[in-house]
C-alpha cells in the first residue's frame, strides 16, 4: 500500500506565503505524476499544480506566477510553495500521486492524500 502523508496547511494572512509537503511512501517503483489539487464546499475538486519525473510542469490559470510546484524524485516528495496568497486560495489542498507502479506489479494505480486546510483570511 502507498501513502501520501501532507504537512505545511494553516493559516496566513493575505499576501502571505506557505509551503505544501506530500511524502509518498510505500513498495513504490516509480510515479509518474505528483500533484496538487484543492477543493471548497460545494465545488469540484480542481487541480492547482502538477509535475512529471521528467520536469513537465502544468499550473492553473489561477495560480500562475504565485505558486511553484517542485518535486524530489529520490525522496518520492513534492512540493508546493505558495507566495502572494489571496482570500480565494482558501481551501482543502490534496496531494495526489498519478500513475504510480509498485514493486513487482504490472499495474498503474492513483493516489491521494488525506488533505490540508490552507486559510488565507486578515
Known amino acids: 500500500q502507498v501513502q501520501l502523508v501532507e504537512s505545511g496547511g494553516g493559516l496566513v494572512q493575505p499576501g502571505g506565503s506557505l509551503r505544501l509537503s506530500c511524502a509518498a511512501s510505500?513498495?513504490?517503483?516509480?510515479?509518474?505524476?505528483m500533484g496538487w489539487h484543492r477543493q471548497v464546499p460545494g465545488k469540484q475538486r480542481e487541480l492547482v499544480a502538477a509535475?512529471?519525473?521528467?520536469?513537465?510542469?502544468n499550473y492553473a490559470d489561477s495560480v500562475k506566477g504565485r505558486f511553484t510546484i517542485s518535486r524530489d524524485n529520490a525522496k518520492n516528495t513534492v512540493y508546493l510553495q505558495m507566495n502572494s496568497l489571496k482570500p480565494e486560495d482558501t481551501a482543502v489542498y490534496y496531494c495526489?500521486?498519478?500513475?504510480?507502479?509498485?514493486?513487482?506489479?504490472?499495474?498503474?494505480?492513483?493516489?491521494w492524500g488525506q488533505g490540508t486546510q490552507v486559510t488565507v483570511s486578515s
Open positions: 509535475i512529471t519525473s521528467g520536469g513537465s510542469l
Open positions: 495526489n500521486a498519478d500513475r504510480v507502479r509498485l514493486y513487482r506489479d504490472p499495474y498503474y494505480y492513483n493516489y
Open positions: 510505500g513498495s513504490i517503483f516509480s510515479i509518474n505524476a
